[in-house]
């Protein structure tokens, strides 16, 4: 499990989110939203609080983009972002329902302490990044080509076209599946800037 | 013999443990599972290991129910914001020129809408309907535009899917009003002239003035649900009316659910501050019953009777994210729910069932898939045509 963690973090995709390319966070979004909400979800037992929060945790991400840096690996730092914006939200929530009765105060102390365990935190954090490693499945290969060229190439649609010995349309129908889809392996991503 | 009874009783803590962990154990069973945690480390060891495996093994669940790209597209209008504050002369201009262009859109399919038929207006059964002043009915469709004109000619409120936007335009000194129907299996969404926003659930109808009136209370006519975020304005108290039973709030979110079917009125408030008071008798601030966040208000049109309590603000929000969500609720009322949310009707012979309770939450199935899931849970027997079902 280990090894796979070199494989979501590295230097160079810190590097695109700090130039606030927004290939690089459109990516991160589409990997990690649904799964970020999940969890969310699981600590809160709430839809749409947890959406918020994800959405709020990849804005930071987009405002905060100079401070980046040190970042080492970027899937816990995601995961750790929505462990502390729920244990926040929680905290909050505590403090607004104040004069409740006992039994949403006790519900709020479970989630917390839930929130806290840090065995429960292991377990999420490994199977959150197992999911986006599985979730980067690879794109049909004519698709992936067209998209890494015009992303990471910064070709113009038609010139692809041409590259490629396709129409347009079809040029734009694999970038618009490939986008929809985002299932593009990280490290081939950032082999691609290196 | 011991042992036995031990591991029996074992396996049902966990399957109330796992329901606890679904969110879908009853009150009862909460408190329970919830005192069992609470009563040593090692138990609450136990939950967390239990509650973390769910998570961990569930991820498709959210996969499955989330919409990434209308994320995205939120998430990237964000940043976008972000973005313009820096460019803010450049993107006026792009924007007059926008609203320039989609107002041209708008009266040419105006012009259309108008032309059309009276056969049409007949026909509106089912469909989402606007009433002008003058009795004039519209019918809006999800996925079309149409525009509200004031008496001079000017455009004062537009539809674009399923929102309709009205602006806040000249003075005017009369209130004229706008009724807006919503039919069963249908959501739709105003913003009223001052800014305030209302979602409206199926088989609701609204009333509201095109244009609020300076120095007057904004007092708008509710039958059915809607969620409201009431645009602030301290000197304009915004007043629900729904029956017999008034609304005032200055500025904040909260649901009104009042079907004419139902015997309760039930408001819950989600931000802010409301007050509710029976509207035969003059609004007196000390006699009207205030809400604060998280608590619910219950009217009984028939004894006229106010009652408050905490309340789970998602369970009465849910709808306004296309979710139905029913705790502890009796099977009647709930067959009265997914009539409006599915348009389809309902006719349960089982009279039974009419006041079992029941937990369950729905949103992407079909009223098929929920009347399959009521069936491997209680053993219902059912039969459905088109839209009739019927239980036997």
């Given at each position: 499990?280990?090894?796979?963690?070199?494989?979501?973090?590295?230097?160079?995709?810190?590097?695109?989110?700090?130039?606030?390319?927004?290939?690089?966070?459109?990516?991160?979004?589409?990997?990690?939203?649904?799964?970020?909400?999940?969890?969310?979800?699981?600590?809160?037992?709430?839809?749409?609080?947890?959406?918020?929060?994800?959405?709020?945790?990849?804005?930071?991400?987009?405002?905060?983009?100079?401070?980046?840096?040190?970042?080492?690996?970027?899937?816990?730092?995601?995961?750790?972002?929505?462990?502390?914006?729920?244990?926040?939200?929680?905290?909050?929530?505590?403090?607004?329902?104040?004069?409740?009765?006992?039994?949403?105060?006790?519900?709020?102390?479970?989630?917390?302490?839930?929130?806290?365990?840090?065995?429960?935190?292991?377990?999420?954090?490994?199977?959150?990044?197992?999911k986006i490693l599985e979730g980067i499945d690879l794109l049909p290969e004519k698709c992936r080509k067209v998209f890494l060229k015009s992303r990471f190439e910064g070709l113009k649609h038609h010139e692809i076209a041409k590259l490629l010995d396709v129409s347009k349309r079809t040029v734009d129908n694999h970038i618009s599946n490939a986008l929809k889809h985002?299932?593009?392996?990280?490290?081939?991503?950032?082999?691609?800037?290196? | 013999m011991l042992g036995r009874l031990y591991c029996i009783s074992d396996y049902m803590k966990d399957s109330?443990?796992?329901?606890?962990?679904?969110?879908?154990?009853?009150?009862?069973?909460?408190?329970?599972?919830?005192?069992w945690i609470m009563s040593s480390k090692e138990n609450m060891k136990e939950f967390n290991r239990l509650k973390a495996m769910h998570i961990a093994s569930s991820f498709e669940a959210t996969t499955n129910t989330t919409?990434?790209?209308?994320?995205?597209?939120?998430?990237?209008?964000?940043?976008?914001?972000?973005?313009?504050?820096?460019?803010?002369?450049?993107?006026?201009?792009?924007?007059?020129?926008?609203?320039?262009?989609?107002?041209?859109?708008?009266?040419?399919?105006?012009?259309?809408?108008?032309?059309?038929?009276?056969?049409?207006?007949?026909?509106?059964?089912?469909?989402?309907?606007?009433?002008?002043?003058?009795?004039?009915?519209?019918?809006?469709?999800?996925?079309?535009t149409i525009e509200v004109v004031d008496v001079k000619g000017n455009i004062i409120g537009k539809q674009q899917g399923t929102k309709l936007?009205?602006?806040?335009?000249?003075?005017?000194?009369?209130?004229?009003?706008?009724?807006?129907?919503?039919?069963?299996?249908?959501?739709?969404?105003?913003?009223?002239?001052?800014?305030?926003?209302v979602m409206l659930n199926s088989g609701t109808s609204i009333k509201y003035p095109e244009q609020f009136i300076k120095g007057k209370n904004r007092n708008v006519f509710l039958m059915g649900e809607a969620f409201f975020k009431v645009a602030k304005d301290k000197n304009h108290p915004f007043i629900v009316q729904s029956g017999d039973l008034d609304i005032r709030v200055l500025g904040t979110q909260f649901?009104?659910?009042?079907?004419?079917?139902?015997?309760?009125?039930?408001?819950?408030?989600?931000?802010?501050?409301?007050?509710?008071?029976?509207?035969?008798?003059?609004?007196?601030?000390?006699?009207?019953?205030?809400?604060?966040?998280?608590?619910?208000?219950?009217?009984?049109?028939?004894?006229r009777g106010i009652e408050v309590e905490e309340a789970d603000i998602s369970l009465y929000t849910a709808w306004t994210k296309g979710k139905i969500i029913f705790r502890h609720m009796p099977f009647k009322n709930i067959l009265k729910k997914l009539e409006r949310h599915y348009n389809v009707t309902i006719t349960n012979t089982n009279t039974s069932l009419a006041n079992e309770l029941f937990t369950a939450s729905f949103d992407i199935e079909t009223i098929e898939e929920v009347f399959m899931s009521f069936d491997k849970n209680h053993n219902i027997d059912y039969t459905i045509n088109d839209n009739q079902i019927i239980i036997n």
């Open positions: 499990m280990n090894n796979k963690v070199n494989n979501i973090s590295s230097d160079s995709f810190i590097l695109l989110l700090e130039k606030g390319e927004s290939i690089a966070y459109e990516t991160l979004f589409r990997l990690y939203y649904d799964k970020l909400v999940h969890i969310s979800i699981g600590y809160l037992g709430c839809y749409d609080d947890a959406e918020e929060i994800v959405q709020n945790l990849f804005l930071k991400l987009w405002e905060d983009k100079k401070k980046l840096k040190p970042i080492s690996n970027i899937n816990s730092y995601l995961y750790t972002m929505v462990k502390y914006a729920c244990l926040d939200f929680i905290k909050h929530e505590k403090i607004k329902m104040n004069f409740v009765n006992s039994s949403l105060e006790k519900k709020l102390s479970i989630q917390h302490q839930f929130i806290k365990d840090e065995a429960a935190s292991l377990l999420l954090e490994n199977e959150l990044e197992n985002m299932r593009l392996h990280l490290k081939e991503f950032l082999t691609l800037f290196l | 109330t443990i796992l329901k606890y962990v679904k969110n879908i154990a009853s009150s009862s069973e909460e408190r329970e599972v919830e005192n919409n990434v790209d209308k994320a995205y597209t939120k998430y990237d209008k964000s940043i976008s914001r972000h973005l313009n504050r820096r460019k803010r002369v450049f993107s006026v201009v792009l924007k007059c020129a926008a609203v320039i262009t989609i107002l041209l859109g708008v009266k040419l399919i105006y012009t259309k809408v108008l032309n059309t038929p009276d056969i049409e207006r007949l026909n509106i059964e089912g469909a989402i309907t606007l009433e002008l002043d003058n009795g004039d009915i519209k019918i809006i469709s999800e996925d079309g936007r009205y602006q806040s335009t000249s003075v005017s000194e009369k209130l004229v009003y706008n009724t807006l129907t919503v039919p069963y299996g249908k959501r739709f969404n105003i913003v009223l002239s001052d800014g305030t926003e649901n009104v659910s009042s079907y004419p079917e139902d015997v309760i009125t039930n408001t819950v408030l989600v931000e802010g501050e409301v007050s509710v008071y029976d509207n035969k008798i003059a609004y007196e601030p000390t006699e009207a019953v205030l809400l604060a966040p998280g608590q619910m208000v219950s009217w009984d049109k028939e004894s």
